[in-house]
């Protein structure tokens, strides 16, 4: 064999140096934050802040996830609470950041707001992508307890623990001081994460929600495919049923509502059920039924400043 262009090391020598090393790389190599999870997709400045786009691989969806964070200027120097607002069926992070005209609102009451996606996406579950009211696109915020969504569809976890933990650890937030909102399906979602959650968020407000899903054909579908026949296991996720059973902190509820909205026609959304329900367990809740709009971003923009500084109020008391 040819020489080797260094003398050998003795073993003992080796194996001590081998050893520090080791060492050394235990010692200097920071541990693995949840700060390093995070991909910046894209960053657009507005209104003073920045809108930008992130991915990160779910613990609780077990696949990529994207999600919208306007960051307001005021972020680059101070803490700002978190409005989280959910999007409807069909949608994407990107929808709301480019439909909704929201940054303007978001900018002037300094508010970090975070918009994820509506379900989880390329799980390869025969079906997911057969429907565009269920699966892809409609996770219906809900923690699927049924064969073979159960792994994937964790949405309200997801919405609930991991973003916020995720959130909180990576962006200059107030921690616990967050409120939701949403549109559709993702008003549905709204309402219940508040109502299960007493004190998590300081407000709720929704736009055209879904807001008695055992009693709508949307709700009955999703409900049967992710949580089974058992409809006890639907009031669970249900904004109508839950406020039966409320007994947290004082709860100031806003529904903004598009008389001309099809969908309420068609008896999908069905506020008449919550304001009643809202109105025997004496919870304050504001619904406004809004003349000539229906149920697009057109309607969403037109109250998105409404929505914001109702939150602002309680976000930045």
Request: proline share 8%; aromatic share 10%.
């Amino acid at each position: 064999p040819p020489p080797l262009p260094y003398p050998p090391r003795p073993p003992m020598l080796q194996s001590l140096r081998g050893r520090a090393a080791a060492l050394a790389c235990l010692v200097v190599r920071p541990p693995i934050v949840s700060k390093m999870a995070l991909t910046q997709l894209s960053s657009t400045k507005c209104f003073g802040g920045y809108q930008k786009v992130y991915e990160h691989d779910s613990s609780e969806l077990k696949c990529k996830m994207r999600f919208g964070i306007y960051l307001p200027p005021k972020s680059e120097s101070a803490k700002c609470p978190v409005l989280y607002w959910l999007s409807g069926l069909t949608c994407t992070e990107q929808n709301f950041i480019t439909k909704a005209s929201s940054q303007q609102a978001a900018a002037e009451h300094s508010l970090i707001v975070v918009v994820p996606d509506t379900s989880p996406r390329g799980c390869n579950i025969p079906g997911e992508d057969e429907s565009w009211d269920f699966g892809t696109g409609a996770g219906f915020y809900v923690n699927a307890s049924e064969e073979p969504w159960k792994t994937n569809y964790r949405m309200y976890a997801y919405v609930t623990e991991e973003l916020p933990r995720l959130v909180d650890a990576n962006f200059s937030v107030i921690s616990g001081k967050m409120s939701i909102f949403g549109h559709s399906m993702g008003g549905h979602g709204a309402l219940v994460c508040a109502l299960k959650n007493p004190g998590k968020y300081k407000s709720v407000s929704a736009l055209a929600p879904i807001c008695n899903p055992v009693m709508c054909p949307w709700g009955q579908k999703a409900f049967t495919g992710y949580l089974g026949p058992d409809k006890t296991k639907w009031e669970a996720y249900d904004a109508t049923s839950l406020v039966g059973s409320y007994s947290g902190p004082h709860l100031d509820i806003l529904v903004d509502q598009g008389k001309d909205d099809q969908f309420l026609v068609a008896g999908q959304l069905l506020p008449d059920n919550f304001i009643k329900a809202c109105t025997e367990k004496k919870i304050p809740v504001v619904l406004r039924l809004q003349e000539g709009y229906d149920h697009s971003y057109y309607f969403i923009a037109s109250f998105i400043g409404d929505h914001i500084k109702h939150h602002a109020k309680y976000l930045n008391a």
